[in-house]
């Protein structure tokens, strides 16, 4: 992608100039981001998904003052001639091939942010009360017509006892009608509206945001796994491959100093201070970090399902015909320096050129430069994501 380039998705602005003027900073509305735009999947299409049991959702009804809230899977959804219902579909990305490569649209902004795409139908009236979002959003209109109202109010108290967080004191600031193909882009904590008009759905597209504690929580969880493979006490999800450690967590405690006791249930001073000690030995280095991030951010959601094929390419066949090697929509692929992550492990070989291609460019072309330099070792591993459906074969 040239960042560079206006991009009719953007209103004529090109993804650099969004980062720098828009993104975390100020809404921005886009009539026409997507000229002519007809999702392949319609509303009847999402009153079926949402019968799924793999995927995630609810079902909001707004009556007078009372707000009601249900979870997925259903039987059925109310009738469109009801006015004043909400359904969402969390995460379509992973169901839907349309809606995936329509999300991938957005990674302009890298993969580690990206989050998912939900799909929301209404009849007449439908919406889920004024509320504000902690990540960014884009919200594209897929049918019909919905109303937004927004607000950059700093007032984000909410209605207690609520099955839904609705603001107390919205104060509207702007208003817009989006049709087909238009879009709204919020930044974290613009109070937003949204109100059907008639028929409705709306995509949007979310971002992962996490709190520093949930950062924090990781790479402790990343520096424990470590420490349990160093001690020979069991693997966790971020211990393979063992990274080093310092050899100081090999020693064994000592106290040739320790003196006789009258108070045998008191804790040692030198055991509280060895631990501490301990502690401050592990290195929280950029490797650690990479390891947890890597890892964490490429897991697979439960609800990932693979379509394997039943004869999958060879990809040491000499007589391979062209086509293309692409990721499956549900797999997740990064790197950081030479270290490869894929739906949450750490990839069997090191991020080389042709894969680091694959994993920016979501697929490889066959014959190409890329594929040629591809050596033994990754073409294996490569048939083994083949075999599993992280990886797809299309040819010609």
């Not at 909400?86 to 995460?91: E, G, P, W």
């Not at 580690?112 to 594209?140: C, E, K, N, Q, W």
């Not at 597209?205 to 349990?228: H, N």
């Not at 063992?242 to 003196?259: C, I, K, L, S, V």
Request: proline share 7%.
């Amino acid at each position: 992608m040239n960042i560079d380039q206006p991009l009719t998705l953007l209103g004529g602005i090109s993804a650099h100039e969004f980062m720098q003027t828009y993104w975390q900073r100020k809404p921005l509305l886009i009539r026409g981001a997507i000229p002519n735009f007809k999702h392949s999947l319609s509303i009847d299409n999402i009153r079926e998904l949402v019968t799924r049991e793999e995927v995630e959702s609810r079902l909001i009804i707004h009556d007078g003052e009372d707000w009601e809230m249900e979870t997925g899977p259903f039987d059925e959804l109310p009738p469109a001639s009801q006015p004043n219902w909400t359904a969402l579909a969390q995460s379509v990305d992973l169901h839907d091939d349309n809606t995936a490569a329509l999300m991938r649209q957005f990674r302009f902004i890298g993969d580690a942010r990206l989050d998912d795409a939900m799909i929301s139908i209404a009849s007449d009236g439908g919406g889920v009360g004024p509320h504000f979002d902690s990540y960014d959003v884009f919200l594209l209109q897929a049918h019909g017509k919905r109303h937004w109202r927004i607000s950059q109010q700093q007032d984000l108290s909410l209605v207690p006892d609520l099955p839904l967080k609705i603001l107390r004191n919205f104060q509207v600031e702007e208003e817009f009608t989006l049709e087909p193909g238009d879009m709204l882009y919020l930044p974290p904590h613009v109070a937003h509206d949204g109100i059907a008009i008639g028929d409705c759905m709306t995509i949007s597209i979310g971002f992962r945001a996490p709190t520093q504690a949930t950062l924090a929580r990781g790479l402790m969880d990343a520096a424990s796994d470590q420490l349990a493979a160093a001690s020979g006490e069991g693997f966790g999800l971020y211990a393979d491959p063992p990274m080093a450690m310092p050899e100081t967590m090999q020693q064994r405690y000592t106290d040739p100093e320790a003196q006789a006791s009258t108070t045998p249930a008191a804790l040692p001073e030198n055991l509280v201070q060895k631990s501490l000690d301990a502690l401050n030995a592990i290195r929280f280095d950029e490797a650690l970090a990479s390891r947890f991030l890597g890892v964490w951010l490429t897991e697979l959601p439960s609800n990932s399902w693979f379509d394997i094929a039943e004869d999958p390419a060879d990809l040491h066949d000499p007589d391979l015909p062209a086509g293309r090697l692409a990721l499956d929509r549900c797999s997740r692929m990064m790197y950081r320096a030479e270290e490869l992550y894929i739906n949450g492990e750490v990839a069997s070989c090191p991020a080389s050129p042709a894969l680091k291609q694959l994993a920016d460019q979501r697929e490889l072309s066959i014959p190409s430069e890329a594929f040629d330099a591809l050596d033994e070792d990754e073409r294996e591993m490569l048939n083994a994501w083949l075999d599993d459906g992280w990886l797809q074969f299309h040819e010609s």
